[in-house]
């Protein structure tokens, strides 16, 4: 199989890295493929202001900034698809009349922001201590003008393609909590780009399982200096 542009196969993930409690926030990490990253902070429960409040559990605001300039339409899908991907997992009922909020700053984007701003949120939220049922990884994939599908696609290979698909998942059990699909698609090549993704989502939940890892170590260790 003919390699991409970055010398992977069309079914490589790129590099993949992680990085947490980057802030002075509750919670907060990186998330990278490769030159793509998101800084995410999570901040609260906190008290909320009285119209927003939620008598039965916490309320979720996601802010999205991009690398620069104010938010735009584009950074406002990017905080509904932050907050449908979310708000089932995070157990807002603990912290009735409170908010939590999630702030997802664009650092640079080559591709797959979406993905990256989930996987960088899941980070986040667990650097935080928020009690969620479930952890969430999240993959992109394009079908371009050959047919092929590419996984973890670039900005480069964003461009001119039949059509692009990002889906979310939880741990447990590899179900689907989320899926934007825009373009033009059959129903096979659909199944084909959620089966792609979903063994992809498999490798991400390892590399989180290795920096959650590293992170108890650290701190373990720094306990032990006490």
């Known amino acids: 199989m003919a390699n991409r542009a970055d010398k992977r196969s069309f079914s490589t993930i790129r590099p993949i890295s992680i990085s947490q409690s980057l802030l002075s926030r509750d919670g907060s990490a990186s998330f990278s493929f490769g030159k793509t990253k998101v800084l995410c902070s999570v901040n609260g429960p906190a008290e909320v202001k009285l119209r927003d409040e939620k008598l039965d559990k916490a309320t979720i605001d996601v802010v999205v900034r991009p690398l620069v300039g104010t938010p735009g339409t584009k950074d406002k899908t990017h905080e509904y698809i932050l907050r449908s991907a979310f708000e089932s997992v995070i157990q807002s009922g603990l912290h009735p009349r409170t908010q939590i909020q999630i702030v997802s700053q664009v650092m640079m984007d080559d591709g797959s922001i979406i993905a990256a701003a989930i996987n960088a949120t899941t980070m986040a939220l667990i650097d935080a201590g928020i009690p969620m049922k479930d952890i969430v990884a999240a993959v992109s994939c394009v079908i371009n003008k050959e047919d ?38 059959t129903d096979d090549q659909y199944f084909n780009c959620y089966e792609l993704c979903n063994v992809a989502a498999g490798r991400i939940f390892e590399e989180i399982r290795g920096a959650i890892t590293n992170k108890l170590q650290e701190y373990q260790g720094y306990q032990t200096e006490l």
Request: aromatic share 10%; proline share 3%.
């Open 148 to 185: 092929q599908i590419l996984l973890d696609p670039t900005a480069q290979e964003m461009e001119n393609v039949k059509s692009i698909h990002t889906f979310a998942f939880d741990k447990s059990s590899s179900s689907l909590l989320f899926c934007e699909s825009l373009g033009l698609f």
